[in-house]
T-cell receptor, first 111, second 112 residues
Framework: QKEVEQNSGPLSVPEGAIASLNCTYS??????FFWYRQYSGKSPELIMS????GDKEDGRFTAQLNKASQYVSLLIRDSQPSDSATYLC???????????FGTGTQLKVEL | KAGVTQTPRYLIKTRGQQVTLSCSPI?????VSWYQQTPGQGLQFLFE???????NKGNFPGRFSGRQFSNSRSEMNVSTLELGDSALYLC???????????FGEGSWLTVV
């Protein structure tokens, strides 16, 4: 079983719609959770971090964490073509800054 | 603040050679970690250095090594290159423990 799982997609949504990206993780001891966006040929860029159960909003982005279900999600409201990218879920376990990444979900926002 | 800086950005090496990649973290960040990204395996953790000490290590062979200097700058070395080492190598820095990590632009390594 992979430690961090994401649907590879592609997930296609029309412009202006809500995109919902999901991630599950296997280590119950995980403490910190991150979403990164990666455009083709570029490096990952931090979108959101979340540490406690519930929702965290930042502009058009909302991260949701449910530790009991070992599930973290990212909602993108009013999706724009510029949001088209691969979204990587990352989980931190143990000490230090070692992150375990999912394989990413490719999002396509269509005009 | 300047971001994480990696050099070189692109390089081509021959099988059997060795390569050294360099990373300058964000000013004030003491943790530097390295990741390998390939289409098949995704983003995989190589190792993390904090205050010149290796704090975490991923599941890579001993051909992959790294170090950190007193100014927090870091280098990673890959010896006896194999074709499968062709990848994007990403350096990330963080202020301390369990903090958000920020990636550099990466070094694209092609082994021929």
């Amino acid at each position: 079983q992979k430690e961090v799982e994401q649907n590879s997609g592609p997930l296609s949504v029309p412009e202006g719609a809500i995109a919902s990206l999901n991630c599950t993780y296997s280590d119950r001891g995980s403490q910190s959770f991150f979403w990164y966006r990666q455009y083709s040929g570029k490096s990952p860029e931090l979108i959101m971090s979340i540490y406690s159960n519930g929702d965290k909003e930042d502009g058009r982005f909302t991260a949701q964490l449910n530790k009991a279900s070992q599930y973290v999600s990212l909602l993108i409201r009013d999706s724009q073509p510029s949001d088209s990218a691969t979204y990587l879920c990352a989980v931190s376990t143990g000490g230090g800054n070692k992150l375990t990444f999912g394989t990413g979900t490719q999002l396509k926002v269509e005009l | 603040k300047a971001g994480v800086t990696q050099t070189p950005r692109y390089l081509i090496k021959t099988r059997g050679q060795q390569v050294t990649l360099s990373c300058s973290p964000i000013s004030g960040h003491r943790s530097v970690s390295w990741y390998q990204q390939t289409p098949g395996q995704g983003l995989q953790f190589l190792f993390e250095y904090f205050s010149e000490t290796q704090r975490n290590k991923g599941n890579f062979p001993g051909r992959f090594s790294g170090r950190q200097f007193s100014n927090s700058r870091s280098e990673m070395n890959v010896s006896t290159l194999e074709l499968g080492d062709s990848a994007l190598y990403l350096c990330a820095s963080s202020e301390g423990d369990q903090n958000t990590i920020y990636f550099g632009e990466g070094s694209w390594l092609t082994v021929v």
